[in-house]
């Protein structure tokens, strides 16, 4: 039974809600296909995602904070995935990436990740089958467990004649380059969003807690001397594959970064300063790989300050989204996470061990019983070469 309806979600690192996709996977002479047939994106309430902001590094928490969270979040998930299946129909697999609330990285290497919202919500909730804690293996054999989006950029971009980058712009910004069907490599680059968000949430400068259509950045102003600061940040240096998070990019390094460039922006040009950090990181890693083509996904894909200043930065770079391969730029993430879903079912790694610096590749995730008995399908032996999504 290499057909299978699955589930993704996923609630990235810009912490505002939940996305989901159901995709029906097929399997023929090598090329999986997907037929998205469902896509969703359902923000966090107000006060849960309050609360979950008061917890996250570098602030303070406890364990029982924690327990609740799990609790909560869990739930929530559990409600996104039965709306979801009210719309679309039974599904054979939930897979639940959960919320990030810790990525623990010592200088290079990655020692452990904490995702939480507990799936047995999920499947009390829907009947099916949980996949879940999808990342902590690829670490355990010495990989980052990020970005684990490459298993899926891998397959999307592999008919592309010549040096392709798939980047996302969440959070955190990350970036597969495909050069072959086997030469490739991932990492994450730095803040997209991450910084952004945590000035216009904490300035009160958008009911939404971030900067839409980059409308506060295109009011404002770069501050070189400040960029000049931020651009200064050791991360950048260190070799790939590499994985970061708002362990490292958040409100009080913002804060620290203004007092060391002497400067005081006002806020629309303190958020234009911190887009154009996120232009500049970026068009300097598709530079130096030497990629023609840049697939772009994510929140940032919306943001015409953060393309356009791409464009501009990135002439000989053909610029596209998502989209043009079936994948919503939005939902691009939960297809994913249903695509490592369908790996595990069968037996197949959920990884690149190219993509996370792990030692070999891993079948990935923790599975929890829904209501039946946990059948999987048979075995496969030879992973799909390409995928075709298509809605």
Not at 237 to 243: D, E, F, M, Q
């Amino acid at each position: 039974m290499t057909q299978m309806r699955i589930l993704g979600m996923i609630s990235g690192t810009s912490h505002d809600g939940i996305d989901v996709a159901v995709v029906d996977f097929g399997l023929a002479g090598g090329t999986l296909t997907g037929t998205v047939e469902f896509t969703a994106s359902t923000p966090y309430p107000p006060e849960l995602r309050a609360r979950l902001v008061a917890a996250l590094p570098p602030a303070p928490t406890t364990l029982a904070e924690v327990c609740v969270l799990d609790t909560l979040i869990g739930q929530s998930f559990a409600d996104v995935a039965a709306a979801a299946i009210d719309e679309a129909g039974p599904v054979d697999l939930v897979v639940s990436h959960g919320q990030t609330v810790f990525h623990w990285v010592d200088e290079a290497h990655a020692l452990g990740t904490l995702q939480i919202g507990q799936p047995a919500w999920i499947a009390e909730r829907t009947g099916a089958p949980v996949l879940s804690d999808v990342r902590i293996r690829d670490i355990t054999a010495g990989g980052h467990g990020a970005p684990l989006v490459s298993v899926l950029d891998a397959l999307l971009l592999a008919g592309h004649q010549g040096v392709a980058a798939a980047l996302n712009l969440g959070g955190i910004s990350n970036m597969t380059v495909v050069r072959g069907p086997d030469d490739l490599v991932a990492y994450d680059i730095g803040p997209a969003n991450a910084l952004v968000d945590a000035v216009v949430s904490s300035r009160g400068l958008s009911e939404r807690g971030f900067d839409e259509d980059g409308r506060i950045a295109a009011s404002g102003q770069v501050d070189e001397r400040l960029l000049d600061v931020l651009l200064d940040e050791p991360y950048y240096r260190l070799p790939t594959p590499k994985s970061t998070g708002k362990e490292l990019f958040h409100l009080a390094y913002v804060e620290e970064a203004i007092a060391r460039s002497g400067r005081r922006p006002g806020d629309a040009d303190l958020v234009a300063t911190l887009t154009e950090l996120t232009v500049r990181t970026v068009a300097r890693e598709v530079l130096a790989s030497g990629a023609d083509l840049l697939v772009v996904s994510g929140g940032g894909a919306r943001n015409p300050v953060m393309t356009n200043g791409l464009r501009e930065a990135l002439p000989g770079v053909r610029l596209t989204f998502t989209d043009e391969y079936g994948a919503p730029a939005d939902e691009k993430e939960a297809i994913a996470f249903a695509l490592i879903g369908w790996c595990t079912a069968h037996g197949l790694p959920g990884t690149v061990p190219a993509g996370t610096g792990a030692r070999a590749a891993r079948v990935l995730g923790t599975l929890t019983p829904g209501a039946e008995p946990l059948v999987l399908p048979m075995p496969i032996t030879d992973r799909p070469r390409s995928l075709t999504l298509r809605r």
